[in-house]
């Protein structure tokens, strides 16, 4: 589904992202994790096709990132940390909007808007403005946003900030329901513990460099996602 090959992201003489290759498969929620600076979001947002990179490919279901961005960008959908959403907007405007940029049709809108603004408990505030918004519902309307037009691929930026104990637990049966359907995630959390009950795989980065990845029972063994990580960074 998601395949990173020798990625290499400067900035002036610094190495953001060092050489990385990660291989996602269908039906795998796969976590990343690493410190603040490790390189984690400049590698979701060169997936997602936001920041050009310097060498490597990037391969979402077959398709190039650099040679057919929209065809690429069409298979994925992406929230980052701190949804920037229009805020003008009110949020059915919003939803519709995107619906529309993904060519998603009336009947398929309507149905899934419904489905997941009923289940994150949002349908009463999508007539407000989301400027009205507080930051847990702008995340909500930013996660349902990215879940209308069926992505094969689903990228998150600490997808779990904001969200109240009820909501994060409801997005975590939607990602394992994205996977279920042959789709795939990938996300990046400071939130060892939901990683180690949630994720198929995991990576750690450091620095630019991938460290350490595999399935979870390859990277943590005996002991917990925490303890390994602790024990990497130092």
Known sequence: MLQINHLLKTYGEKRAVDDLTLHIAPGEIYGFIGHNGAGKTTTLKSVAGILQYDKGEILVNGISVKKEPIAAKQQIAYIPDNPDLYEFMTGIKYLNFVADVFGVSA???QERIRKYSDLLELTADLAQPISAYSHGMKQKLAIISAWLHDPKLIIMDEPFVGLDPKASHLLKGMMREVCDQGG??????????VAEKLCDKVAIIKSGKLIKSGTMEEVKGDTSLEQVFLELEG
Request: aromatic share 16%; proline share 0%.
């Open 107 to 109: 009947a398929l809108r």
């Open 184 to 193: 795939a995630i990938f996300f990046s959390t400071h939130v060892l513990e």
